[in-house]
C-alpha cells in the first residue's frame, strides 16, 4: 500500500533523496519555473507556496506509513527493548563475577604483594645495616690490632730489646685492610662518627708512625765494610753474616712498607703504579749520599791529606748504593689490595707466576720505579755521574781561588786522577756480605763512570 502511495504522490522522492541534492539549487530551479525572465518584479510567493504545499504533503505521507506501520514498529522496538534488557543483564553478570574475581585477585595477590614488598624493603634495609655492621666491627677490630702493631713497632727503641721490623709490614697491611674496608661506596660508611675518628686518631697517626720509622731504616742502611782507622784508610771487618741479614731483612720490611703506604691514585690500563712515597724516600737517600760526598770532596782536593780518607768514605757510599740496588732488584712487590684486580683474559693469558697474583699495573720489582724517576739505568752510575756534573764547578772554584790549594791539586794532578779511578773502582764492588758470604762482585764495567769523573777533574784544572 505504500508503494502506492508513492506512486500516487506527484513528488519526485528521488530528487530529495539523492546525494547531490542542492536546497538552494531546488529553490532556484523553482523561481525560475514560476516566473518570467521578462517580468519586471519578482514573484516569491508561488514557489513558496509550492515549497510549502510539498512538505504538508509529505508530512501527510508520513503520517499515513506511520499509522499504518504503528503496530509493527512497536512491536520491533519492544522486541529491541526486551534484547537489549537480556543483554544488560549478561553483561552486569559479567560484571559482577569480574569484580569479585578483581576483589578476591586484589586480596590475594596485590595485597600479599604490598606486604611483601614492604618485607623486602624491611629485609634489604636490615641487610644493610647488618652489612655496616659487620664493617664497622672489622674496622674497629683491625683498629685494636693495628694499635697494638703500632706498640710492637716501638719496642726496642731504647728500652734494650730487638726490634721488630717484621711489625710494619703488618702494620702496613693493617692499614691497607682498614681502608680498603671504608671504600665500600655503596654503603657510605663514613659517614659514622666512629669511623672518621678511627681514621684520623688512629689509621692516620699508624701510618705516619709507619712511613717515618721507615724512612729511618732506610737513611740508616749501610753494608759496606769500608771505614777509616785513625789517619790511615784500611777496611774494618766486614759484618757477620747475621749483622748484614738482620740489615738487609730491616731494609726489606721498610721498602715494602714506603711501596704499600704510597698513595693510590686511579690508575689507568696498562699504566704502572707509582709507589711515589717509596722513590721519594730512596731519591732522597741518594741525594745525601750524593751532597755529603761532593762537599767531603771538595773539602779533600782542597786539602789533599784527606783525600784518602774521604775517598773511601765515598766508595763506601757507592757501596751502600750498589748493595741497595740489588736488594731493590731482588724484591718482588707484594699484591696490593688498592691496585685494580686482573681480569679474567690477563690471568689466563699470564704464565704461572702471573697466577700467583701479580698485578697488571703493579713494577717487576722495587727498583724499575726507581730508575724510571731517575731515568737511569744504574743507581751508582747515576752516583757518579751526578756527582761528576757537578764536580767540575767545585774544582774551578778551587782554582779560581788560587793559593796553596790550586797549586797543590795541580801539581798532583795525576795522583788525584788515578785516586779518583780507583775510588770508583773500589765502589764498583758490592760489599763482601751484601750477597754472598766470602767475597764481593763487580756487578758492571765502571770504566765510563771512572772516566767521567777524571774528565771532570781534568776538564777543570785544564789539559
Given at each position: 500500500?505504500?508503494?502506492?502511495?508513492?506512486?500516487?504522490?506527484?513528488?519526485?522522492?528521488?530528487?530529495?533523496?539523492?546525494?547531490?541534492?542542492?536546497?538552494?539549487?531546488?529553490?532556484?530551479?523553482?523561481?525560475?519555473?514560476?516566473?518570467?525572465?521578462?517580468?519586471?518584479?519578482?514573484?516569491?510567493?508561488?514557489?513558496?507556496?509550492?515549497?510549502?504545499?510539498?512538505?504538508?504533503?509529505?508530512?501527510?505521507?508520513?503520517?499515513?506509513?506511520?499509522?499504518?506501520?504503528?503496530?509493527?514498529?512497536?512491536?520491533?522496538?519492544?522486541?529491541?527493548?526486551?534484547?537489549?534488557?537480556?543483554?544488560?543483564?549478561?553483561?552486569?553478570?559479567?560484571?559482577?563475577?569480574?569484580?569479585?574475581?578483581?576483589?578476591?585477585?586484589?586480596?590475594?595477590?596485590?595485597?600479599?604483594?604490598?606486604?611483601?614488598?614492604?618485607?623486602?624493603?624491611?629485609?634489604?634495609?636490615?641487610?644493610?645495616?647488618?652489612?655496616?655492621?659487620?664493617?664497622?666491627?672489622?674496622?674497629?677490630?683491625?683498629?685494636?690490632?693495628?694499635?697494638?702493631?703500632?706498640?710492637?713497632?716501638?719496642?726496642?727503641?731504647?728500652?734494650?730489646?730487638?726490634?721488630?721490623?717484621?711489625?710494619?709490614?703488618?702494620?702496613?697491611?693493617?692499614?691497607?685492610?682498614?681502608?680498603?674496608?671504608?671504600?665500600?661506596?655503596?654503603?657510605?660508611?663514613?659517614?659514622?662518627?666512629v669511623l672518621r675518628t678511627l681514621r684520623s686518631d688512629l689509621v692516620d697517626f699508624s701510618e705516619k708512625h709507619f712511613t717515618s720509622r721507615a724512612e729511618q731504616i732506610i737513611g740508616q742502611f749501610s753494608m759496606s765494610a769500608l771505614?777509616?782507622?785513625?789517619?790511615?784508610t784500611d777496611a774494618i771487618a766486614s759484618p757477620t753474616y747475621a749483622q748484614s741479614e738482620d740489615t738487609k731483612s730491616r731494609t726489606m720490611s721498610a721498602l715494602i712498607t714506603l711501596y704499600l703506604l704510597s698513595p693510590v691514585v686511579?690508575?689507568?690500563?696498562?699504566?704502572?703504579?707509582?709507589?711515589?712515597?717509596?722513590?721519594?724516600?730512596?731519591?732522597?737517600?741518594?741525594?745525601?749520599?750524593?751532597?755529603?760526598?761532593?762537599?767531603?770532596?771538595?773539602?779533600?782536593?782542597?786539602?789533599?791529606?784527606?783525600?784518602?780518607?774521604?775517598?773511601?768514605?765515598?766508595?763506601?757510599?757507592?757501596?751502600?748504593?750498589?748493595?741497595?740496588?740489588?736488594?731493590?732488584?731482588?724484591?718482588?712487590?707484594?699484591?696490593?689490595?688498592?691496585?685494580?684486580?686482573?681480569?679474567?683474559?690477563?690471568?689466563?693469558?699470564?704464565?704461572?707466576?702471573?697466577?700467583?697474583?701479580?698485578?697488571?699495573?703493579?713494577?717487576?720489582?722495587?727498583?724499575?720505579?726507581?730508575?724510571?724517576?731517575l731515568d737511569t739505568s744504574s743507581l751508582p752510575s747515576y752516583f757518579w755521574r751526578t756527582m761528576a756534573s757537578q764536580l767540575a764547578s767545585r774544582v774551578q772554584k778551587i782554582v779560581r781561588d788560587g793559593g796553596v790549594s790550586a797549586?797543590?791539586?795541580?801539581?798532583?794532578?795525576?795522583?788525584?786522577?788515578?785516586?779518583?779511578?780507583?775510588?770508583?773502582?773500589?765502589?764498583?764492588?758490592?760489599?763482601?756480605?751484601?750477597?754472598?758470604?766470602?767475597?764481593?762482585?763487580?756487578?758492571?764495567?765502571?770504566?765510563?763512570?771512572?772516566?767521567?769523573?777524571?774528565?771532570?777533574?781534568?776538564?777543570?784544572?785544564?789539559?
Amino acid at each position: 500500500m505504500a508503494d502506492d502511495d508513492d506512486a500516487s504522490s506527484y513528488i519526485d522522492y528521488e530528487t530529495f533523496l539523492d546525494p547531490s541534492f542542492s536546497a538552494a539549487s531546488f529553490a532556484n530551479t523553482l523561481v525560475l519555473a514560476t516566473n518570467d525572465p521578462s517580468d519586471t518584479s519578482l514573484d516569491l510567493k508561488t514557489p513558496l507556496s509550492r515549497v510549502l504545499f510539498d512538505v504538508q504533503e509529505v508530512d501527510t505521507h508520513i503520517d499515513t506509513l506511520t499509522s499504518q506501520a504503528a503496530l509493527p514498529l512497536l512491536s520491533r522496538t519492544q522486541g529491541s527493548v526486551e534484547a537489549g534488557g537480556r543483554i544488560l543483564d549478561e553483561v552486569e553478570a559479567q560484571a559482577t563475577t569480574l569484580a569479585e574475581g578483581y576483589e578476591r585477585l586484589s586480596r590475594e595477590v596485590i595485597d600479599r604483594h604490598d606486604a611483601a614488598e614492604e618485607v623486602r624493603r624491611i629485609t634489604d634495609r636490615l641487610w644493610h645495616t647488618v652489612r655496616i655492621g659487620r664493617l664497622v666491627s672489622r674496622c674497629l677490630a683491625l683498629g685494636r690490632q693495628l694499635e697494638s702493631q703500632v706498640n710492637e713497632s716501638k719496642q726496642g727503641n731504647g728500652q734494650g730489646r730487638r726490634e721488630d721490623h717484621k711489625a710494619l709490614l703488618r702494620g702496613a697491611n693493617t692499614v691497607l685492610a682498614i681502608r680498603e674496608t671504608m671504600l665500600s661506596d655503596d654503603l657510605n660508611i663514613m659517614k659514622i662518627t666512629v669511623l672518621r675518628t678511627l681514621r684520623s686518631d688512629l689509621v692516620d697517626f699508624s701510618e705516619k708512625h709507619f712511613t717515618s720509622r721507615a724512612e729511618q731504616i732506610i737513611g740508616q742502611f749501610s753494608m759496606s765494610a769500608l771505614s777509616i782507622t785513625g789517619t790511615e784508610t784500611d777496611a774494618i771487618a766486614s759484618p757477620t753474616y747475621a749483622q748484614s741479614e738482620d740489615t738487609k731483612s730491616r731494609t726489606m720490611s721498610a721498602l715494602i712498607t714506603l711501596y704499600l703506604l704510597s698513595p693510590v691514585v686511579t690508575v689507568p690500563p696498562r699504566q704502572l703504579f707509582e709507589p711515589s712515597r717509596l722513590t721519594n724516600v730512596l731519591q732522597e737517600y741518594l741525594k745525601r749520599a750524593i751532597t755529603s760526598s761532593l762537599a767531603g770532596l771538595s773539602n779533600a782536593l782542597a786539602a789533599l791529606p784527606k783525600l784518602e780518607k774521604t775517598l773511601v768514605e765515598v766508595s763506601a757510599r757507592c757501596q751502600n748504593i750498589a748493595a741497595l740496588e740489588v736488594l731493590l732488584e731482588s724484591i718482588k712487590p707484594p699484591v696490593h689490595p688498592l691496585l685494580p684486580k686482573p681480569n679474567l683474559d690477563e690471568m689466563i693469558n699470564t704464565n704461572d707466576e702471573g697466577r700467583q697474583g701479580k698485578q697488571a699495573n703493579a713494577p717487576k720489582d722495587l727498583l724499575q720505579p726507581l730508575l724510571t724517576s731517575l731515568d737511569t739505568s744504574s743507581l751508582p752510575s747515576y752516583f757518579w755521574r751526578t756527582m761528576a756534573s757537578q764536580l767540575a764547578s767545585r774544582v774551578q772554584k778551587i782554582v779560581r781561588d788560587g793559593g796553596v790549594s790550586a797549586r797543590t791539586l795541580r801539581s798532583n794532578r795525576d795522583r788525584v786522577r788515578d785516586a779518583l779511578r780507583d775510588c770508583v773502582n773500589r765502589g764498583s764492588q758490592l760489599p763482601a756480605s751484601s750477597l754472598s758470604r766470602g767475597k764481593g762482585l763487580t756487578v758492571r764495567n765502571w770504566e765510563r763512570e771512572a772516566a767521567v769523573m777524571t774528565g771532570a777533574l781534568n776538564g777543570a784544572l785544564g789539559r
